[in-house]
């Protein structure tokens, strides 16, 4: 079953909330969301046709563990719930991925739709139906996937973002200009636009993820920039897009990729992304963490080797396996140069 | 993919695991299992071509709790798994529960078997890919559908189990009984031969959920007697195929078929399963339980209405759609006779 991809003003949710086909509706919402667009669901008029029950979250990753998980379980399935309860999320990614892999796992699964309000959730997280919970040992590492029935769209959310999460999401867009020519040709002729962006690389990751749900095949693509990326995160504490950012460029410097560095300065000045340090600049260069991190990483083929993702030229990649061995032999020996670069 | 069922002596387990695709096992084993049966299972031998993490499970429903999950996911995760490790339960239905859950979730999904280890899951848990976990509210409200790769049978351990182990394990062959002729007859003839009855009854379900693999329409019918059993093996804490049959023969008292019970009967003597008292005799009849249980059940269809499966004839069922308001006036109308039949 597909998503149906929606531009949809916030003002105008009542309606479609209206037109789901189910008498018992489960709200999961961030909650910090929920105190700027609560507004719009008016529960009353929600009340009158269907049960309603909300769930607040809290901010950020912190929604993804597991004790957050089984207290929102318990209270849905205890407000007693049935297999056409319908789940909707509003909120950024964690958000989503959280309240996904609660709609995958009630009761064996039920169905539910996604309003994303950040810039990164509407061009990744809320696309593709990967839901999932953080462990000790590393984002993600438990999940789902469970597509979501439909995506609702509402540019001016993104006018409220602090620059900080909306350069996340440009981080994921970057990503995408690097695997699609049409994606790189419209963000060069965006002028910045990102309500003109955001639909392509919506839609490219739906169409790939349809192709290859499960991730056996060509989806992996998306983890470009992502191996190191989630590294990075974790290490220096930084938002995902910014820290795919410098994934990306990291695998391009340790391979040599100039050209291709050149390309990414490019379409960083065309979104508006200052030029940077690299987080990693007066602290230690994270060799160390990002070999550890690999070793635990999904991703891992076997206990030696990784599926990287390469970029040919913009549009065009490959999947590598690549010894962890020799990976960790690139950092150390290109450490000192790795570690000063600005971009 | 379907699951392949294959008959296998516990001492041959190790070639089997020999040839499974992985370079990691994780095993999930009932505790007190393990104590009898760890010795087929040389780690040192195994050793030598996969790495292994052993995880062993609470005796019975306590291994399928939250804490629990979370505690065995992060112990494997912890150990550095990957996506071709392979996970192999051992154990009886809470323990394949569980452990399927954890292989359904674990980076979002990896290959798994088992080796039941009761006559209950044998013929029933181990089957169809059904994984779960209780919550407070309710057994097997948190779950997932996730076929295991194969299922191994060991005919011999059914000697070790006790008598009322294997009569719970009878109440779901009696189900069978009444949905599929083969099987009724086969058990007729069978001089109560478990070996003979138990490969029946785990391929007709399989080819029941290969069918219809989440439960949308035909598997449906495998529910027939667990609707009110399970509000019975709740309140009166009898074994799951002990309420199963209990569930059954409360359904033709209520709906008046006295063929079926007659029927009923005649299985339970070739089975060897004594007459008695029902659970509720010199207790309180369960009428304010089972709908309490019915409100919060799975297969209710709406906030009004259950789906119950009726036997018309043995091997021909159908579902109904009964509103939960006339459930309870017939357990009320005839509580007083329902109180006090034998079987």
Request: hydrophobic fraction near 40%.
């Amino acid at each position: 079953m597909s998503t149906e991809l929606i531009d949809l003003p916030l003002a105008n949710i009542l309606n479609e909330i209206e037109k789901l086909d189910t008498d018992s509706l489960l709200l999961v919402a961030d909650g910090k969301v929920w105190e700027k667009y609560g507004k719009y669901f008016d529960l009353k008029i929600i009340q009158k046709n269907k049960k309603i029950h909300l769930w607040k979250t809290p901010e950020g990753e912190k929604t993804k563990e597991f004790t957050e998980y089984f207290s929102c379980a318990e209270f849905f399935l205890e407000k007693g719930i049935h297999r056409q309860s319908y789940l909707v999320a509003i909120g950024g990614g964690a958000t989503s991925d959280f309240a996904g892999f609660v709609a995958a796992t009630l009761l064996r699964g039920i169905k539910w739709s996604i309003i994303p309000t950040t810039l990164l959730s509407m061009v990744d997280a809320a696309i593709g139906g990967k839901v999932a919970l953080n462990a000790k040992s590393g984002k993600n590492l438990i999940g789902a996937y469970h597509s979501p029935e439909k995506v609702w769209f509402d540019y001016n959310v993104l006018n409220s973002l602090s620059s900080t999460e909306i350069r996340s999401g440009k981080g994921e867009i970057l990503k995408y200009c690097f695997l699609d020519k049409n994606i790189y040709e419209t963000v060069l002729s965006s002028n910045g636009d990102l309500s003109l962006i955001i639909p392509r690389c919506a839609a490219f990751k739906l169409a790939l993820t349809n192709e290859d749900f499960k991730e056996v095949g060509k989806r992996k693509i998306l983890n470009f920039g992502h191996t190191f990326g989630h590294a990075i995160e974790r290490v220096y504490n930084i938002p995902h897009g910014e820290a795919v950012m410098w994934g990306m460029a990291l695998i391009f410097k340790l391979f040599g990729e100039n050209n291709l560095l050149g390309v990414l300065q490019k379409l960083k000045i065309v979104l508006d992304w200052p030029e940077q340090d690299p987080p990693w600049l007066h602290k230690t260069f994270p060799t160390r963490d990002i070999m550890a991190y690999l070793v635990k990483d999904k991703k891992m083929i076997d206990n030696q080797s990784i599926d990287l993702v390469f970029i040919k030229e913009v549009g065009t990649c490959e999947i590598k396996k690549i010894k962890l061995s020799k990976i960790e032999d690139l950092l150390i020996e290109q450490e000192s140069e790795l570690k000063k670069f600005r971009l």
